[in-house]
């Protein structure tokens, strides 16, 4: 069974960074994309952003132009760096490996940004 590990989550100032990183225990077969999303308390789960394999890149409203999405494909690992990071980014951050018929969530890392 894969398991995703998340780290790089914790608390900052407002206008501070993070940088997500999340890691495959294993290399997942017929890989197509990995992400990353976002749950506020009482929200639902939101879209942050996504890498194919391939290396096309999209981003969710709220991240564009803050935050940066890349991946080491040899490490099964996919990093997002947040900049200028704002209150409202806080939650728990979740990544996402997307394979062929399959779907792979880690366990979440919390990011608080206080004003």
């Known amino acids: 069974q894969v398991q995703l590990v998340e780290s790089g989550g914790g608390l900052v100032q407002a206008g501070g960074s993070l940088r997500l990183s999340c890691t495959a225990s294993?290399?997942?077969?017929?890989?197509?994309?990995m992400g990353w999303y976002r749950q506020a308390p009482g929200n639902q789960r939101d879209f942050v952003a996504r890498?194919?394999?391939?290396?096309?890149?999209n981003y969710g409203d709220s991240a564009k132009g803050r935050f940066t999405i890349s991946s080491d494909n040899a490490k099964n690992t996919v990093y997002l760096q947040m900049d200028s990071l704002k209150p409202e980014d806080t939650g728990v951050y979740y990544c996402?490996?997307?394979?062929?018929?399959?779907?792979?969530w880690g366990q979440g890392t919390q990011v608080t940004v206080s004003s």
């Open positions: 294993r290399t997942i077969y017929r890989l197509t994309s």
């Open positions: 996402k490996f997307t394979a062929s018929g399959d779907l792979y």
């Open positions: 890498i194919t394999r391939g290396g096309s890149i």
